[in-house]
């Protein structure tokens, strides 16, 4: 198997490829930062990546963004990313960018022959792998509350229906029910949301509450940006 490692600790990158060849894996590139990454792998084509995921230019998530434009271009590239420090919101990332052929381990679990082999073969094989440590971080963290556990299955077909565009009438007519009584299901979400009631319930109020919707569905993952005053 071609392999290529990313990592711009000399000393640590020369363990990694010390331990790979003696393993049977041909490393046919280093790299020491994201952009030289790239350009090997665009030049090699290794069937594996081993990829810190702090490095240079600014050594926050260079490694991270690089693989997954490198993904993006070579679907079937397998990806180790390593971590100092195991963030879980770097794993996150990961397994949301990349959903498969892809591991976030621990460097010190990486110089485990055993633990490292095992990923590399699970990784190949098409799984997600993520650190027992980073995993156990994370079912250690507090459940956030869904505010839209809150809401009736009215109200949720209501918010639905809103978020598709539909109109009040529109909704009314798909449910079956009045245009007030559809006032009174999105008067009673907005409360349930947490957002402020509008004095004259307009188009911004009605984005407002469907952008809420969407984050809270996973949908929406960023915050647009703010609309213009006319």
């Known amino acids: 198997m071609r392999v290529i490692v990313a990592e711009d600790s000399g000393l640590y990158r020369g363990l990694l490829v010390q331990l790979l060849s003696a393993n049977g894996f041909e490393v046919v590139g280093e790299a020491a930062s994201a952009d030289e990454l790239v350009a090997r792998v665009d030049a090699a084509a290794p069937d594996l990546v081993l990829v810190d995921i702090r490095m240079p230019p600014t050594f926050t998530d260079d490694g991270l963004r690089a693989v997954q434009q490198l993904r993006a271009r070579h679907p079937s590239l397998a990806v180790v990313m390593l971590s100092q420090h195991g963030e879980v919101e770097y794993a996150t990332q990961l397994a949301q960018g990349l959903e498969r052929r892809a591991a976030y381990l621990l460097k010190e679990r990486a110089t485990s022959t055993g633990e490292l082999l095992d990923a590399i073969n ?47 009438a529109a909704i009314a007519q798909s449910m079956r029910i009045s245009v007030a009584a559809i006032e009174r299901h999105i008067v009673s979400v907005r409360h349930k949301l947490g957002l402020r009631q509008s004095q004259d319930g307009g188009d911004s109020a009605r984005v407002a509450t469907v952008l809420t919707y969407l984050r809270h569905t996973g949908r929406l993952t960023e915050d647009p940006p703010p609309l213009r005053q006319s």
Do not use: H, K, Y
């Open 122 to 168: 699970r990784v190949v094989a098409g799984e997600l792998v993520i650190d027992p440590e980073v995993v156990a971080t994370l079912l250690r963290r507090p459940r956030i509350r869904n505010p839209l556990d809150l809401l009736t299955d009215r109200e949720r077909q209501t918010l639905s229906l809103m978020a598709e565009g539909r109109s009040n």
